[in-house]
Each structure stands twice: as C-alpha cells, then as structure tokens.
C-alpha cells in the first residue's frame, strides 16, 4: 500500500475595514478607497498527487458550488496553461468552506490565490511578472489582496493597492444574514457619489484613535445594503436599538456585517443579542491577522 502525502492549505477571509466611494466612472466602475486586512477565519484546502484530478467542496457553506466553475478549477486550469509537466500530474483537492461564499470576505478568491503559491512553492515554480498578473486577473480584480499577508489601502477601481505601515490589531465580530448582495446592486443603488476624500486625513484619524474612526466612518455601501436586504435591514434595527449601531461595518459591498469593539467580552456580548434575535444568522468572533 502506497500512503499519498496530503497537504493542508489554509486559505484566509479577508475584511474591508472601512471603504469609501470617491466617484463613478464613464465606464460605470467606481473609484473607492478602503483598507483590507484578513481575519483568523479560514477555509482549508486538502491537496495530494492522485491517478486522476477530483475537486471537492464540503462544508456547511460548500452548497451550490459548481464543480466545473470554481475558482480551483480555474486556477489549475492557468497553472497546466503556463507549466505543461502540470497536465500529467493528477490532483485530489478537497475543500472544507468555512467562510460563508457571497458575504463579502473573498473565500472563492482566497482559495484560489492560496493553491497558486502552494502550487508555485512545492514545485519551485517561477511566474514572471507578466504571467503572474494574467493569472491574478482572471482569478479575480482583488485576487493581489491574498498574495501576501500585509495590510493594504486599495484604491482605484480595486485594481490598485499599497501596503498599510501599521498593523491595525482588532476583535471583530462577524455576522452575515444568510442573504447574499448583488454587488451590481449595491453599487448602482449608492447615491453618495463624487465625494472629495483626503486618504492622508482617513489614515491620520484612524492612527489618532481606531475605535473613534470606527464610529465616524461607516462603509459608503452600508446604507445601500441595508435598502437592498431585509435581514441586513433587521441587524441593522436591533443593533440601533442596543447602542452598537455607531460600529457596525460592513465589508464590501457585503452582506456579511462586522462590529468593532474595544475588548472580547463587548463582542461576545453583542453576539449574544443577535444570536437572541437573529437567530438564523451566521456569526463568528475573530481577529485582524495582519
């Protein structure tokens, strides 16, 4: 009996921790600014050498997955493209999905950018820089967010990002409704537009006092969100109503919702009111990473 060596890929959900919407393009893409940082939340990847490729999604958020049209599936696909020796090797890949899919937190995308550098690493792998970018770019416009594990300020369309010189250490409390947002939506239903920002001034405040920053500069998005689902319009009344409303978050253009508080015993607090109210909802504790 031969034993085949599995590996276990940990692949992290990331968070926008604030974001602001500076315009709308001609080309109808907007311009944002927003700091992205990932979260001790993790979907795993299982990978070993097989007689024939099988990809497997299991998981309480493993339902309607496609099989064919996955982020995996896509990458291998790109991989075997550029490495040809890719196309005899075989491969088991099993997914376990821990991180709610359409909540805003990048588990497909993350998945898929944690296989790339697996798969770069093990076989000692170069991508040009040219190469690189086209994998990155069918992958997803924020796939770059997950190459490497510093916290960034994107700006742009998304497309552009530079590396955030503090390190934001946060309990965050997650809670996602159980209802995706059609990020198309979102965004054509978000009316504040052509805002003059200053990104100097949002990242001095946020460095004078992060729990103040927090209460003064929600996610653009949000009320657009909250107009848009009926659950996140929920949360959204309860929490108005316990006095957390001034730190509810949203990530993206959502649907999962954070909460920043000053300690873990206010956070594990607040998820016992939504738990209490809200009790179909996913919710999870968890800490800023990077």
Not at 179 to 191: E, G, P, V
Not at 246 to 269: A, P
Request: proline share 1%; aromatic share 12%.
């Amino acid at each position: 009996m031969v034993l085949i060596k599995q590996d276990t890929i940990l692949s992290p959900a990331k968070i926008n921790l604030f974001l602001k919407v500076i315009k709308k393009q001609s080309n109808g893409l907007h311009q944002i600014y927003s700091l992205v940082s990932h979260v001790n939340l993790f979907d795993k990847i299982y990978i070993s050498e097989s007689s024939k490729d099988q990809i497997k999604f299991i998981g309480k958020f493993s339902k309607n997955i496609s099989l064919k049209k996955n982020s995996i599936f896509k990458v291998m696909h790109y991989l075997r493209f550029y490495y040809p020796f890719l196309r005899k090797k075989k491969f088991n890949i099993k997914v376990e999905k821990n991180i709610p899919s359409g909540a805003g937190l990048g588990g497909g995308t993350s998945n898929a950018v944690s296989l790339l550098k697996f798969i770069l690493k093990k076989y000692e792998l170069q991508l040009n820089k040219h190469k690189m970018k086209s994998i990155l770019k069918k992958i997803g416009s924020d796939s770059y967010i997950f190459l490497n594990d510093y916290q960034k300020i994107i700006y742009g369309t998304g497309d552009k990002y530079k590396k955030f010189k503090s390190n934001l250490k946060l309990n965050l409390f997650l809670i996602f409704p159980n209802k995706s947002n059609l990020t198309q939506l979102i965004y054509k239903s978000h009316q504040r537009i052509n805002v003059k920002y200053n990104l100097t001034l949002i990242i001095k405040s946020l460095h004078k006092n992060k729990f103040k920053f927090f209460e003064k500069n929600q996610n653009d998005l949000l009320f657009s969100a909250i107009k848009n689902n009926s659950r996140l319009k929920k949360l959204f009344e309860l929490l108005k109503a316990k006095s957390h409303l001034k730190l509810l978050q949203l990530t993206g253009s959502g649907s999962c919702c954070f909460v920043v508080l000053r300690n873990k015993k206010n956070l594990l607090n607040c998820q016992k009111i939504v738990k209490k109210h809200c009790k179909s909802y996913w919710t999870a504790v968890v800490k800023t990473t990077t």
